[in-house]
């Protein structure tokens, strides 16, 4: 069986037109965890390379259950330091959610608020 892989935006409408059109097996992918990954690090202050990080779920639903940093767990720090950083304000929802919620939260992309 052949199978599609979409990891490009607007995933959901190309994902939707493909399949409409027939013929090929598709899933589309959320690029949403790398994205909250660099919000993450630059609201700690930490390059993104030096944050090990575990994620769990799918698409816009996506929880990270660990983040360290040179083997220190950083998942408590990840809230208050998104709650009084000015570097993330252009993250919008996403940091919004997360400082609500709590870190171990979902952080969805903007197209699913």
Request: proline letters at 4%.
């Given at each position: 069986?052949?199978?599609?892989?979409?990891?490009s935006?607007?995933?959901?409408?190309?994902?939707?037109?493909?399949?409409?059109?027939?013929?090929?097996?598709?899933?589309?992918?959320?690029?949403?965890?790398?994205?909250s990954?660099s919000?993450?690090a630059?609201?700690?202050?930490?390059p993104?390379?030096?944050l090990?990080?575990?994620?769990?779920?799918?698409?816009?639903?996506?929880?990270?259950?660990?983040?360290?940093?040179?083997?220190?767990?950083?998942l408590?720090?990840?809230?208050?330091?998104?709650?009084?950083?000015?570097?993330?304000?252009?993250?919008?929802?996403?940091?919004?959610?997360?400082?609500s919620?709590g870190?171990?939260t979902?952080?969805?992309?903007?197209?699913?608020?």
């Amino acid at each position: 069986m052949r199978l599609a892989l979409n990891y490009s935006n607007p995933m959901a409408m190309n994902t939707w037109a493909v399949r409409r059109a027939g013929g090929v097996k598709i899933i589309g992918l959320c690029h949403g965890v790398q994205h909250s990954h660099s919000l993450i690090a630059k609201a700690l202050g930490i390059p993104k390379q030096e944050l090990d990080f575990t994620a769990a779920g799918i698409n816009h639903q996506t929880w990270f259950v660990q983040v360290s940093h040179h083997g220190r767990s950083v998942l408590e720090e990840i809230l208050p330091a998104m709650e009084r950083s000015t570097r993330i304000s252009h993250a919008g929802s996403r940091a919004e959610l997360m400082c609500s919620e709590g870190s171990g939260t979902s952080l969805p992309s903007r197209t699913d608020i």
